[in-house]
């Protein structure tokens, strides 16, 4: 689901530059996902770092609508 929320860990932002950390689960369990990326407007883009590698992602901010 697009809306689907979830609770962010360790955040950190310095600049447009934030960081943190999300917990999943999976068929194989809980797994922690570590989060890095750049904010530009309304988007955030970045790369994801998951126990099979890295990834990119993007998101966008909701409106409160």
């Known amino acids: 689901d697009e809306s689907e929320t979830r609770d962010l860990l360790?955040?950190?932002a310095r600049g447009n530059e934030l960081e943190f950390m999300s917990e999943v689960?999976?068929?194989?369990?809980k797994m922690k996902l570590k989060?890095?990326?750049?904010?530009?407007?309304d988007a955030l883009t970045g790369?994801?770092?998951?126990p099979m590698g890295s990834r990119p992602f993007d998101g966008k901010r909701l409106s409160a609508d």
Do not use: L, N
């Open 35 to 41: 989060f890095s990326g750049s904010i530009s407007g």
């Open 10 to 12: 360790d955040v950190s």
């Open 25 to 29: 689960k999976s068929p194989m369990g």
């Open 47 to 50: 790369k994801v770092k998951t």
